[in-house]
């Protein structure tokens, strides 16, 4: 059964140091008080795990919480660049980063593999691209019909975070809206904690949502608006301009640095 | 040029290619903003998807990014991120690929990963997304990217997706398409040489024989194209 929790104490038991983390949420529900909270507790040599980077690891990448980044879209979309995962990848700042890629089909099928505990998913596609010599991929051959396809290695993650809107008092989540890839990494991870818009009563069931059992989640802990600048569907929208203004914000090492203090290490402890 | 600018022609342009009632895997910029323009002109039976799982999405205002709220609420399902991939796309059920990228060369190879050395980036990109499934797994593949010595090169630094056999190129200058393996610039937009295009070229551009001029963008598509980029 899920603890229902607050988010201090669900960081401090669930994620240490070296961990591979894995916080997912693509574009929608992105869990950013709980990134938010791993700063301010100062874990280091993070192996951070993410479809899209989104602005979330630039923050986590650019405070030093990392070793290692997996991805297959490092982008601020439709405004450009990540800077400080840039600068990270390209200049070693603040440390050293190792990556490795992938594609969002590739991604997204080592997850489910990873929930199913199988050792690897097998795909169409990366044939003949660069990302061959450069990520684990490997050919496979079909032991019924002979076809070759591609073979990637299962996510296993220590731990995934992510968001969602509602759980109820015993720690049952519902998520809906645009679902991502939150059922697999949660599934996939040895321990996961989310974090939601609100505690309530009674779930209302909703079509089309996703429903995690409470004994499915190691802990649950409310955080209203923790995905923002990201949005929750039914609660609050996209802040596009914030995304346009993190550019600017992220783009030089010292004015990331004093937004960075303002906002994750000195704002309050949820 | 008088009127419109190079990318709105662009824009233009690339929306034209789009057929009504086509399934459309859609990239997030301006694959998505001709996508729609598209839409809501000479298609209003596209059927648009982004990466995000989003089937069927009709934007009242561009999207900033592959998940706003706006492409989910306007769907007709919203499915998670391994079906849309495995199910839909390769699954072989989406018709057009709508790509953009950093470099292309003459084979219609992309490359959105690296500027430079993998290993020692000179400038690093997003990465590959969605793009090498998408390229390799629709029937037909649209790219949309300005015309440059530094787009178009003889070798991209990295190839991330694999040029298509079924694919349009729609740069700032013209149209090309590829004919046996290799991009052929079939069309000039107005006001554009073939000398210009040649030199916005890193490698020994072919133009066609008959090479065409793109028809100039209507009143009608800059006034609908200038209405979806301010909503």
Known sequence: MAEVT??????????????????????????????????????????????????????????????????SYAGNPGVGSLHRVRDAIEKGWPAPLEIEEHT???????????????????????TGTDLVPHTRVEPIECPF????????????????????????????????GILGIQKEAVLAADRALVTVEEIVDELEPRPGAIVLPSWAVSAVAEAPHGASPSYAHGYYDRDNDFYKAWDGISRDRDTFLSWAERWTATAPTR | MDGYSADEMMTVAAARELRDGEVCFVGIG???????????????????????????????????????????????????VPEIFNY????????????????????????STVIGSYDEPKVRLPGAGGAPEIAALTKRVITIIRQSERTFVDELDFKTSLGADDQVVITDLGVLRRVEGELVMTALHPGVTAEQAREATGWDLEVAAGVETTEAPTEDELAALRELKSA
Request: net charge neutral; aromatic share 6%; with cysteine.
């Open chain 1, 104 to 126: 969002h089909a590739g991604m997204a099928n080592r997850y489910a593999a990873g929930a199913a505990r199988l050792p690897f998913a097998v795909l169409k596609g990366y």
């Open chain 2, 30 to 80: 301006l694959p998505s903003t001709a996508a729609n323009l598209a839409r809501g002109r000479h298609a209003p039976g596209v059927v648009l998807i982004y990466e995000s799982g989003t089937i069927g999405s009709k934007p009242t205002r561009l999207p900033l990014s592959i998940g706003d709220g706006d492409l989910a609420e306007t769907a007709d399902a919203v499915v998670p």
């Open chain 1, 6 to 71: 607050s988010l201090k104490d669900a960081i401090a038991a669930l994620v240490h140091d070296g961990d591979s983390v894995a916080l997912e949420g693509f574009t929608h529900l992105i869990p950013f008080a709980a990134g938010h909270e791993i700063v301010r507790q100062g874990r280091r040599e993070l192996e951070l795990i993410r479809m899209t980077p989104d602005l979330i690891y630039d923050q986590m990448i650019g405070m030093g919480c990392a070793r290692k980044l997996v991805f």
């Open chain 1, 145 to 176: 019909t002979g076809e070759v396809v591609n073979a990637v290695p299962a996510l296993r993650p220590d731990v995934a975070i992510v968001h969602a809107q509602q759980a109820d008092r015993k720690g049952n989540v519902q998520l809906w």
């Open chain 2, 88 to 111: 839909w796309l390769q699954g072989g059920r989406i018709d057009v690929g709508f790509l953009g990228a950093a470099q292309i060369d003459r084979q219609g190879n992309l490359n």
